[in-house]
């Protein structure tokens, strides 16, 4: 199938709020990562998301370095890919603070608009401004802008009130006072009274979710932060139930309880970025230990070349990755919900 239109999106994430289930959106940085996404969620029988973050997008260009560039890389790659499958892909990119507007969003969505000049779809179906670095009124200034410009495009923003903690592709948040961790109800409503009206938006309300993967008892998730929000903003703006569509960063080392306590308050997207690098990785270690005196040349041996050639171990690893994306999956309840079926 093609990449996801806006309106296939729209209803992906509708059905998800409805039914209670969300969606693993999965962070990719090679080929790699991107097949073990989509054979994931081909092999869970679900729709997925897959994102870009401006590290993985600068990784992907190598000595070039230019983040928008490897995002549109990898976004056509997926296009390209997608048609091969049987279920919708949704694309999207993380994170994008302030300061990375210019060189990340701005070009991507020049990017998009020339698709569509074209006669085709936008290369990102939704896109992440992330204000929380910024006070609140100029966040949801730059946020109401951008969703101007991405609702034009038929590209879906998800936006970030609070901050997540811990660090990730290279913000670290963890000098951030507490309080900053868990987000309003008023930020919620002033949100949904700025945003709502202009075009389809996504909300990362903050509830002590932090990024990375802590022992248990380091983190403190309250999330009856994101029900406590729904309903304000139920009351001020009358709402039906659970009007904000939201997401879970840093989802990576919940319990299962915490997980299925937000599907019910309305997260329909959950970013699980750690847990699978580590699942990638963990076959290649495995690989390496296993045979050593393969893929090394010891003592004036060769080595041995079927062990050292990376399609073997890295196809390990892609397996690892698209294991742990199914277990996403059945976690967040999507196990055989594609739109499609
Ligand atoms: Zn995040």
Redesign the pocket.
């Known amino acids: 199938m093609p990449i996801a239109t806006n309106e296939q999106y729209q209803e992906m994430l509708k059905k998800a709020k409805e039914g209670k289930y969300a969606f693993p959106a999965i962070n990719i940085t090679s080929l790699e990562t991107l097949n073990a996404s989509m054979a994931a969620f081909a092999e869970a029988e679900t729709d997925g998301i897959i994102q870009v973050s401006t590290g993985g997008g600068k990784h992907a260009t190598g000595p070039i370095g230019d983040m928008a560039l490897g995002a549109e890389v990898l976004a056509e790659a997926a296009h390209t890919l997608a048609e091969k499958y049987s279920v919708l892909f949704a694309l999207h990119t ?2 994008c603070h302030p300061s990375n507007l210019e060189p990340f969003l701005d070009p991507l969505l020049e990017a998009s608009r020339k698709r569509i000049a074209a006669g085709k779809g936008p290369l990102f179906q939704s896109h ?1 401004f ?1 204000g929380s670095p910024v006070p609140m009124k100029e966040n949801l200034d730059t946020s109401e802008k951008y969703l101007k410009l991405c609702a034009e495009l038929n590209i879906i923003l998800e936006i ?1 009130t609070g901050v ?1 903690g811990g660090e ?1 592709d290279g913000h670290d948040t963890s000098g951030v006072s507490a309080d900053k961790l868990y987000t309003t109800p008023e930020d919620m409503c002033d949100a949904f009274e700025r945003l709502d009206k202009i075009g389809p938006w996504m909300l ?1 309300a903050t509830f002590g979710n932090v ?1 990375g993967v802590y022992k248990p008892g380091n983190v403190k998730l309250k999330p009856t932060i994101l029900k406590d929000g729904q309903a304000a903003v139920k009351a001020k703006f009358k709402t039906s139930d659970n009007p904000l569509f939201l997401v879970f ?2 989802g990576s080392g919940s319990t299962l309880e915490e997980i299925h306590e937000t599907l019910d308050y309305g997260v329909i997207k959950m ?1 699980v ?1 750690t847990d699978c690098q580590y699942a990638f990785s963990r076959p290649i270690a495995d690989h390496f230990f296993k045979n050593y005196d393969g893929v090394l040349k010891v003592d004036g041996e060769v080595g041995n070349k079927k062990f050292y050639d990376p399609r073997g171990y890295l196809k390990a690893a892609t397996g690892g990755m698209k294991d742990r994306i199914i277990q996403a999956v059945k976690d967040l309840r999507g196990e055989g919900k594609s739109i499609l079926k």
């Open positions: 993380d994170h992440m992330d970030e997540v990730e990362a990024h960063h840093g970013n970025d």
